[in-house]
């Protein structure tokens, strides 16, 4: 697997208080990379850092150049980013935000149109294409959103990297795990994908890698079982839990003790 993204001792620091403590990572293609920990532990921070949208220390390298050395428009279709939220007051249809997502594209209106077809299905909104977006809930924008960054990523090629802040924190059970087998068959296609998640579960079935942060710091790295241990999640999270296999399927299992 490819390198995808690398930071070099990246760090955030707002005033006299440091958000993001030095970190230096390697995040690879093919890999669902999930970024943990309790609220204020860094990682929408770190994810914000790695896309220059916070002012941060060290370097950043996106297939092994500067993340500064991309032109603009050729890196967004490479890279793609799903917010926590996002502002859009005007009344485009829901089909109009989708095709937002081919503005780095260059398609046909034939093409677009099969491109942003297959987003709304895959991410159950083409029953809702027509509609404005304002009217929607919050969960549905959420998916709207998805499929316009899987829009984005239609010409990306064997170099594509989605990184997702909260993609779930909006949606009911059944598109909380609809959306992370999106995230995860993106990652089994060769893109890069690094998702922010609260719920120690759904990290646990869907991660590939995780990156546990705590008050700025990395203080683990690696797969689910080696990072979420007992021990570990109650020093971090301040909370007892006990760690089971998985009934039917190979991955731990949190319950709080």
């Not at 890279?79 to 005007?90: D, N, R």
């Amino acid at each position: 697997m490819s390198i995808a993204i690398q930071t070099h001792q990246l760090s955030v620091s707002i005033g006299s208080k440091q958000l993001l403590k030095p970190t230096s990572v390697a995040l690879q293609s093919g890999q669902l990379t999930v970024l943990l920990g309790p609220n204020g532990a860094g990682k929408s921070t770190l994810l914000k850092a790695m896309i220059g949208e916070l002012r941060a220390s060290g370097k950043v390298e996106v297939f092994g150049q500067t993340q500064k050395s991309w032109r603009s428009e050729r890196l967004a279709r490479h890279l793609a980013v799903l917010p926590q939220s996002s502002e859009l007051t005007f009344p485009f249809s829901v089909r109009e935000v989708v095709e937002l997502g081919a503005l780095p594209l260059s398609v046909s209106k034939l093409q677009l149109d099969d491109i942003v077809d297959k987003n709304l299905a895959l991410t159950d909104v083409s029953h809702l294409q027509l509609r404005p977006y304002p009217m929607l809930s919050g969960g549905e924008k959420q998916r709207v959103h998805f499929a316009r960054v899987l829009t984005q990523l239609a010409q990306a090629g064997e170099q594509a990297i989605l990184l997702l802040d909260e993609p779930t924190s909006a949606l009911d059970l059944a598109h909380q795990h609809n959306t992370l087998k999106l995230a995860k068959l993106q990652a089994e296609q060769g893109a890069c994908v690094v998702a922010v998640i609260h719920d120690l579960n759904l990290a646990a079935q869907y991660a590939d890698r995780i990156l546990l942060l705590e008050r700025g710091n990395l203080v683990a790295d690696g797969s689910p079982w080696e990072v979420l241990s007992e021990r570990r999640i109650e020093a971090v999270y301040g909370y007892p839990i006990t760690v089971m296999p998985h009934p039917r399927a190979d991955y731990p299992l949190l319950v709080s003790a």
